[in-house]
């Protein structure tokens, strides 16, 4: 796996992964950045977070769960000193579809946290304490339903 990392002016960078894919990354205007793209950390998180929905998903449909929607919601905590390295991250994952079995879901969020994600792994035994938690929607359900 490769990528390139060039820097325009300021605090903005232009990253291209190896398959040919490109994003500005950018840093806030006190530091000398415009705010054109995400900070370099805000990157490290979501690409954490697509590399563990990516999981979840592909889990859950070789379980043949009819999910219609999955979001990834991340919160984590930086260190106050230099290096502002996450001290902690929580995804709770939104799953949405017809018929979910929460056993489904929740073996699916284990199975990414602790065998496949490769990204939150890493984190994880960089130090980083790990959470994870889920809640499913059925489809056609509004929640306040009063059935009557």
Not at 21 to 41: A, E, F, K, L
Not at 96 to 116: I, N
Request: negative net charge; glycine residues 10%.
């Amino acid at each position: 796996m490769k990528a390139t990392v060039k820097w325009t002016d300021g605090r903005q960078f232009v990253a291209e992964s190896g398959s040919g894919h490109s994003v500005v990354i950018d840093g806030p205007p006190d530091h000398g950045g415009r705010n054109t793209g995400p900070r370099p950390m805000e990157m490290l998180l979501m690409g954490m977070g697509a590399c563990a929905s990516f999981d979840v998903l592909n889990i859950l449909e070789k379980a043949r769960a009819d999910v219609s929607d999955c979001v990834a919601s991340i919160e984590a905590e930086r260190a106050d000193v230099t290096p502002s390295v996450f001290t902690s991250i929580h995804v709770h994952f939104t799953v949405s579809g017809k018929g979910l079995k929460e056993k489904q879901v929740a073996r699916a969020v284990e199975l990414s946290a602790e065998k496949y994600c490769s990204a939150s792994i890493m984190l994880a035994r960089g130090g980083v304490e790990m959470s994870h938690s889920y809640s499913i929607i059925e489809d056609g359900v509004i929640e306040g339903d009063l059935e009557g």
